[in-house]
C-alpha cells in the first residue's frame, strides 16, 4: 500500500505554503502545481494518477462565500441578481450545519437549481465543473483533505 510518509506530508505542506501565496488561499491550478512539484520530488508520488490529485480536491469542502465568489467571477456578468440571490440561498440551503459544501452537495445545488432558473437549465455540467474548479479554499482544507483521503484511496490510484 502507498501510505502517506511524513516527508511527502511535510513536503505537501511546504508546496501548499509556495503556492497559496500571500492570501493563503489556493485555486485548483496552484494545487496542480503543488502536486507537480511533489511528483518531481518523490518517486511514490509520481506513481499515482492525476485522478487522484483531483479527487483531494474534489473532497475538500469549500466555504459558501468562496463558492458564490467563483460563481460571481465566471457568470456573474451574465446572471440577473435576482438569479445571483437564488443561487445564493441554494449554497446556504446546501451547506448544511458546517456552513461548508463538499463537491456532492455542490452537485445537487446545481441540479437543484437548474430546475429553477433558465440561464442554469440551458447549461450543462462542464460550467459546474468550471465553477468548482475555481474555488479557492484555504491552504488548511487542503492539508486536511490530503490526510483525509491519501490512505483510503492513494493505494488504488497507482499507475500500473
Not at 455542490?106 to 429553477?116: G, L, P, R, T
Request: charged share 30%.
Amino acid at each position: 500500500t502507498m501510505s502517506l510518509s511524513p516527508s511527502v506530508m511535510n513536503e505537501a505542506v511546504k508546496l501548499i505554503d509556495e503556492e497559496s501565496g500571500a492570501d493563503k488561499m489556493m485555486n485548483f491550478k496552484e494545487w496542480t502545481s503543488a502536486w507537480e512539484k511533489l511528483q518531481a520530488k518523490f518517486p511514490e508520488v509520481q506513481n499515482i494518477k492525476d485522478s487522484f490529485r483531483n479527487e483531494i480536491w474534489y473532497k475538500c469542502p469549500v466555504s459558501v462565500e468562496h463558492l458564490i465568489k467563483a460563481v460571481k467571477t465566471n457568470i456573474g456578468g451574465k446572471i440577473s441578481d435576482q438569479t445571483l440571490g437564488l443561487m445564493e440561498d441554494a449554497c446556504k440551503e446546501g451547506a448544511g450545519k458546517d456552513g461548508r459544501i463538499d463537491y456532492s452537495e455542490w452537485y445537487s445545488i446545481w441540479e437543484d437549481i437548474q430546475d429553477k432558473d433558465a440561464f442554469f437549465a440551458a447549461k450543462d455540467d462542464e460550467l459546474m465543473n468550471v465553477i468548482w474548479y475555481d474555488v479557492a479554499i484555504t491552504r488548511q482544507e487542503l492539508v486536511a483533505s490530503i490526510q483525509d483521503n491519501w490512505d483510503k484511496s492513494a493505494r488504488f490510484k497507482v499507475i500500473g
